[in-house]
């Protein structure tokens, strides 16, 4: 679930210096690195692809039982706890 948190909070801004230019690829913090697809360099031209963001949220919904057949599923007394967590980490 970790690295469905870092897909679903992932922050394109935090890719770039406040300059505006790219932050390398071994500066980036292992949260925003779990998020990328891929990235390539190819005649000065950089292609950053992340993972699907809504997969990763549909992922963590119905880990959480969130979608109502999930919840139909688990019976009339669902009770849900949400922890949030810092992605960071």
């Not at 697809?37 to 031209?45: C, H, K, L, V």
């Not at 979608?67 to 009770?79: H, I, M, S, V």
């Amino acid at each position: 679930m970790r690295e469905v948190a870092c897909i679903a909070y992932a922050d394109l801004c935090r890719l770039f210096r406040a300059d505006g230019s790219l932050i390398p690829v071994h500066e980036l913090g292992e949260d925003i690195r779990a998020a990328v697809a891929s990235y390539e360099t190819e005649g000065g031209r950089t292609k950053i692809k992340f993972w699907n963001k809504i997969d990763a949220l549909d992922k963590a919904m119905r880990h959480l039982a969130l979608f109502e057949l999930d919840n139909r599923q688990q019976g009339k007394n669902l009770a849900i706890q949400i922890n949030l967590v810092d992605a960071k980490r």
